[in-house]
């Protein structure tokens, strides 16, 4: 708790200077989705770039574009795990050098942490984006049944239970981290077409427009 605490102030005042550095109503979002394993979170980040024309970066993407260096790192850790490791702020850092933000950016699975998403906020400045977050909401006992259908090695029981532990350990408390965010939560629980309708609603309400009927 100390440490959370001690950390609201300087993040706080990150999120103060990206704002004061937007001239408000014409700043790009910086659409950040939040949520557990097997919340939806890839699926509705090209959702959002189809319909909103809003370009995303995966961790996921993070993960397998820099997997030499990861497989040094990671010990006996999976590559999943890699997900937490800091390493993925450097990653993103170096891809947003040369990415186009010209109508925003879409970050899936990023942050994964709580030290992460201090590193978004020190990068705030810089990206002159408005940050709208979107929490994908599924209860646990969901998230174990959408596992046994994927058969992917990173949703078996072990790794998955361990993967929903550290979500809630680094994430529940995110809207400590960015208390300037526009936070919207959202029922991933439901059927696609139903979440996907939540999030449009969320993001039209934050002033974006589609770029596809």
């Known amino acids: 708790m100390l440490r959370r605490i ?29 949520g557990p394993p097997l919340s ?24 397998s574009g820099n997997a030499a260096e990861l497989d040094r790192l990671r010990g006996e850790k999976s590559m999943a795990e890699m997900r937490y490791d800091p390493a993925m702020s450097r990653y993103l850092q170096a891809r947003l050098k040369s990415a186009d933000l010209s109508r925003g ?26 940050l709208i977050a979107l ?15 994927t058969g992917r090695e990173s949703d078996r029981p072990e790794i998955l239970e361990q993967r929903i532990k550290d979500y809630h350990r680094e994430m529940d408390a995110i809207s400590f981290y960015f208390p300037k965010a526009k936070i919207v939560d959202i029922d991933a629980s439901r059927q696609e077409a139903q979440t996907w309708k939540q999030i449009q609603t969320a993001l039209n309400s934050a002033g974006l427009k589609p770029t596809t009927k």
């Not at 001690?6 to 790009?28: K, M």
């Not at 980040?45 to 993070?62: F, K, M, V």
């Not at 929490?135 to 259908?149: G, S, Y």
């Open 105 to 130: 950016l879409t970050l899936d699975g990023y942050p994964a942490t709580l030290v992460q998403a201090e590193d978004l906020a020190k990068m705030f400045p810089d990206l002159n984006l408005q």
């Open 135 to 149: 929490r994908l909401q599924v209860p646990d006992d969901t998230i174990r049944k959408r596992a046994k259908t």
């Open 40 to 63: 939806g979170k890839t699926t509705f980040a090209e959702s959002i770039t189809n319909s909103y024309g809003i370009p995303s970066i995966a961790i996921e993407d993070l993960i």
């Open 6 to 34: 001690g950390l609201i102030p300087f993040l706080l005042a990150a999120v103060w200077a990206q704002t004061a550095n937007s001239t408000s109503g014409t700043a790009q979002p910086l659409i950040v989705l939040i």
